[in-house]
């Protein structure tokens, strides 16, 4: 069995630049073919209408896997608010070619937000909750005669959120200080995800000790970060051992240096893009893959690059042994 995550970045049927999904896809299906996957779970899928339609569609997803062999995969995906349909940015998608017994989104199901006063705003501003902007998807999935527990997730980015007051334009800030509390609540952001994450593997581990878990997606962090450090919960930062059952193992930890990488920054090659799984699955393992050989620099790329056609993430895979 394989399991694949992929950031598709904003996948649409055209984007402001002109790219149609015909042209993108003419990009995408090859690496998404050669994922082989059973399970593949997709992030940054955009929701879209057509013609009188009143919710919103995966429609870009539908022209991008046809003819392929996810076509016919079972789906879910994450809900805009209120339920709505989907949401028009950043879906998250689990395709299976086994039955999904069971789905659930999660954000804020188990840590209600923060009231959080702001330092910098000008003029002061009242506080207010701090929202995760993206959900956790999770699915009960029937695979290779066992129950998978399968999470998709999209951690916030490390880029400044915006405080009152103190950017002069979508890129320029107004000072440090207000860039640093702008940084400092990303952070707090993608640092709260993850714990509403691990909240929900021991929720999980409490009614099904030797539960098969598997969490796929983009963590926008490198191993021994904070985000991943929460999720994995490790006995050394535990000290206790009789909880080393309940933590988490980063499988591309098995890959060369030279090979650990899904996304290139400055030059800098960066691996933020995992799999993750719980110790009963870690028995069947086998292999990790990441497809990174025609990876572009997402910062050089993005500005010498026109119309640019693929995901500057590359897809990450791991196949798994049964009898």
């Known amino acids: 069995m394989r399991i694949a995550s992929f950031n598709l970045e904003n996948l649409e049927l055209a984007s402001r630049s002109g790219v149609t999904i015909e042209e993108r896809a003419d ?15 997709l992030q940054e899928v955009n929701g879209e209408r057509s013609g009188h339609e009143e919710r919103r569609s995966l429609h870009a997803l539908d022209s991008l896997l046809k003819g392929t062999l996810y076509e016919t995969f079972h789906r879910v995906t994450t809900s805009g608010p209120g339920g709505s349909g989907v949401a028009d940015v950043h879906n998250l998608v689990i395709l299976s070619r086994q039955p999904i017994l069971a789905h659930r989104t999660l954000r804020h ?12 705003a000008d003029p002061p501003a009242p506080s207010e909750p701090i929202l995760f902007d993206r959900p956790i998807l999770m699915a009960e999935i029937e695979g290779a005669g066992r129950r998978i527990f399968v999470f998709n997730i999209h951690l916030r980015a490390p880029l400044a959120t915006p405080i009152p007051g103190q950017k002069e334009s979508s890129a320029v800030w107004r000072s440090v200080r207000g860039w640093a509390e702008g940084f400092f609540l990303s952070g707090l952001k993608r640092s709260g995800q993850a714990l509403e994450l691990r909240l929900a593997l ?3 581990l409490d009614a099904e000790q030797h539960a098969a878990i598997a969490i796929c997606g983009d963590f926008n962090a490198e191993d021994h970060e904070t985000p991943l450090k929460i999720v994995i919960g490790a006995e050394e930062d535990t000290g206790n051992g009789w909880l080393a059952s309940r933590s988490m193992v980063v499988l591309d930890r098995t890959l060369p240096k030279d090979r650990r990488f899904s996304v290139l920054h400055h030059g800098r090659p960066q691996m933020l893009d995992h799999i993750l799984i719980s110790r009963s699955l870690y028995g069947h393992f086998s292999t990790i893959e990441v497809h990174n050989e025609t990876l572009e620099d997402e910062v050089i790329g993005g500005i010498k690059v026109q119309h640019s056609l693929s995901s500057f993430h590359a897809p990450v895979v791991a196949e798994f042994l049964f009898e």
């Open 27 to 41: 990009i995408l299906r090859p690496q998404l073919e050669r994922l082989r996957a059973d399970i593949l779970c």
């Open 109 to 120: 199901t188990s840590l209600p937000p923060i009231t959080y006063c702001f330092v910098t």
């Open 202 to 204: 021991d929720t999980l």
